[in-house]
């Protein structure tokens, strides 16, 4: 019997120590847009589809231009997306009347390129105003005013 105790381990100080108790995590309610994870080098956004009921094909069309897709929920297997049932997008991944799209990183980064000297361009031109640099002696005049009568005598 003494031998059978020697044989038998004893459990390592590590396994006798207490688990490390994680600390709970408040409730808060759910993301109503929670994404499936992009791909790498992509880029996931919900588009606006649909709008008061109504849908917003203008919007949709404007960024399938822009170089958007739409994410299929058969290309993530693994867990269930909410998606569109029947029509000309069904299986498209969708909550609320928006749709999940992607893009490459590389073109959001020309979008923001694009923006960025878009904005640079108008705070130039204002910058550059001619009507800043105008002399006391020679002024720039800018008189803008309209005057809408309803018949009637004018009364001046």
Same mark, same amino acid.
């Given at each position: 019997?003494?031998k059978?105790?020697?044989?038998t381990?004893l459990?390592? *100080?590590?396994s006798? @120590?207490?688990a490390k108790?994680?600390? *709970?995590?408040?409730w808060?309610?759910?993301s $109503?847009?929670?994404a499936?994870?992009?791909?790498?080098?992509?880029?996931?956004?919900?588009?606006?589809?649909?709008?008061v009921?109504?849908?917003?094909?203008?919007?949709?069309?404007?960024?399938?231009?822009?170089?958007?897709?739409f994410v299929?929920?058969?290309?993530?297997?693994?867990?269930e997306?909410? $998606?569109?049932?029947s029509?000309?997008? $069904?299986?498209?991944?969708?909550?609320?009347?928006?749709?999940?799209? *992607?893009?490459p990183?590389? @073109?959001?980064?020309?979008?923001?390129?694009?923006?960025?000297?878009r @904005? $640079?361009?108008?705070?130039d031109?204002?910058?550059n105003?001619?009507l800043?640099?105008?002399?006391p002696s020679?002024?720039?005049?800018?008189?803008?005013s309209?005057?809408v @009568?309803?018949?009637?005598?004018?009364?001046n």
């Amino acid at each position: 019997m003494e031998k059978d105790k020697m044989k038998t381990k004893l459990p390592s *100080r590590e396994s006798e @120590t207490r688990a490390k108790q994680e600390r *709970r995590k408040p409730w808060a309610p759910p993301s $109503q847009l929670d994404a499936p994870p992009a791909p790498d080098g992509f880029v996931h956004r919900w588009i606006r589809a649909e709008s008061v009921g109504q849908m917003d094909q203008k919007n949709v069309s404007a960024r399938l231009r822009e170089g958007w897709e739409f994410v299929r929920g058969d290309e993530y297997p693994d867990t269930e997306w909410p $998606q569109i049932d029947s029509g000309k997008y $069904q299986g498209v991944i969708a909550v609320g009347g928006l749709m999940l799209a *992607r893009i490459p990183e590389e @073109t959001v980064e020309e979008r923001k390129q694009y923006f960025a000297q878009r @904005t $640079q361009d108008k705070e130039d031109a204002v910058a550059n105003d001619p009507l800043k640099d105008q002399h006391p002696s020679m002024p720039i005049s800018q008189e803008r005013s309209s005057r809408v @009568t309803f018949g009637g005598k004018n009364k001046n």
